[in-house]
């Protein structure tokens, strides 16, 4: 069975974004590979931030991922600063990564621009996304699109290694990107990609009143102005959720109605609550229950890093052997 991994930063609430573009699929291929999936609050702390902040987002996202269906019987969910094998292979790939390559990623250049000083930290970010791929030697990274060329870069990190140190065997595999077929999802003003930067997201854990406040003056066709103009479905960000979140009939349904003015917005906006009150409303309650029960989720994160610790200190010894460190 080949071996999954993927990261998620502890950056703010999940949003909708998350779940349906990353987290939802996770929860999936937990049932068909041995899953790895791991809270990255080492590179949470590449740009400024709050330590209290930090420590809570970082309980917050490991109870949403937790209750948005990762299962500690199918998936090992851990904390990454918990394994300290993280910092020490990325320390060893720094000195294989030529600097040309990082500074030619793009995320960093963009975080970069909004940094008034930069740290040495956000530019060796990608090495420790290597570091947390290869320390498991995992096959397969389902990640969103804007990771690929991270993920590349790992790659290459690995094949670097390989050749350096290991020449009659790839120690490490070349790790696949595993693209979300997800689309992106499209933010609340159906302009940009949803993300917390931008305010304008739904929170997984949110309350059905507090969704209908956003929903209701979200942007829908732009050019339906008037109740009575029929609607083009493809163009409306409400109808992209709806293909998200209600069942193909439904989906259907309110095409044909959208595209000959049978309903109104607000009508398509409240079949659509319905429909994220339906999946989100057990995850919602999940959280509650998880929230309720701190010792539990410590015990499973406890767990993660446990078994994780294992796996990276069998690789540490490889690594180091090979490369003469005692
Ligand atoms: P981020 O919060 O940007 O670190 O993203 C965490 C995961 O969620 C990554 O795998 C992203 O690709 C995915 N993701 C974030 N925002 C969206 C979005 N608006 N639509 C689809 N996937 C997203
Ligand atoms: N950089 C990833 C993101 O922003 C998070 C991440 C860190 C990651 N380490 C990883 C993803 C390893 C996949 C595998 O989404």
């Keep these: 069975m080949s071996r999954i991994f993927s990261g998620i930063q502890p950056s703010g609430d999940l949003h909708i974004g998350n779940y349906l573009g990353a987290v939802k699929n996770w929860a999936q291929l937990q049932h068909r590979h041995e899953s790895i999936i791991c809270i990255v609050n080492l590179h949470a702390i590449t740009v400024?931030?709050?330590?209290?902040?930090l420590s809570s987002r970082t309980w917050e996202m490991a109870v949403s991922l937790l209750a948005a269906g990762l299962d500690p019987e199918h998936c090992t969910v851990f904390v990454q600063s918990m394994v300290p094998q993280h910092t020490e292979l990325s320390w060893i790939f720094n000195t294989i990564t030529p600097l040309g390559e990082l500074e030619r990623q793009t995320q960093f250049k963009e975080k970069a621009q909004r940094q008034e000083s930069v740290m040495a930290g956000l530019l060796n970010y990608p090495v420790l996304q290597a570091a947390d791929i290869l320390l498991y030697r995992a096959d397969?990274?389902?990640?969103?699109?804007?990771?690929?060329?991270?993920?590349?870069?790992?790659?290459?990190?690995?094949?670097?290694?390989n050749a350096r140190f290991s020449p009659q065997q790839d120690y490490f595999p070349e790790p696949k990107p595993l693209l979300t077929v997800t689309r992106r999802i499209m933010g609340l003003d159906g302009q940009t990609k949803m993300s917390k930067s931008m305010g304008n997201t739904i929170g997984l854990l949110e309350e059905p009143a507090a969704i209908w406040?956003?929903?209701?003056?979200?942007?829908?066709?732009?050019?339906?102005?008037?109740?009575?103009?029929?609607?083009?479905?493809?163009?409306c960000n409400i109808y992209q959720l709806h293909k998200a979140f209600s069942a193909p009939a439904t989906v259907?349904?309110?095409?044909?109605?959208?595209?000959?003015?049978?309903w109104g917005c607000i009508d398509c906006k409240k079949v659509l609550l319905e429909s994220m009150t339906g999946e989100m409303g057990p995850i919602r309650d999940?959280?509650?229950?998880?929230r309720a029960r701190p010792g539990r989720v410590e015990e499973i994160l406890q767990g993660g890093a446990e078994h994780c610790r294992l796996l990276a200190q069998e690789t540490m010894r490889q690594v180091k052997e090979k490369m003469g460190l005692p």
């Design 48 to 53: 400024p931030y709050e330590p209290r902040e």
């Design 252 to 262: 259907e349904h309110v095409a044909k109605q959208c595209s000959t003015a049978g």
């Design 286 to 290: 999940r959280a509650l229950e998880l």
């Design 140 to 161: 397969l990274v389902p990640v969103g699109e804007d990771q690929v060329q991270h993920l590349e870069l790992s790659r290459e990190v690995a094949r670097k290694w």
């Design 213 to 235: 406040e956003k929903l209701r003056p979200a942007m829908t066709d732009p050019k339906r102005v008037r109740r009575t103009d029929p609607g083009t479905p493809e163009v």
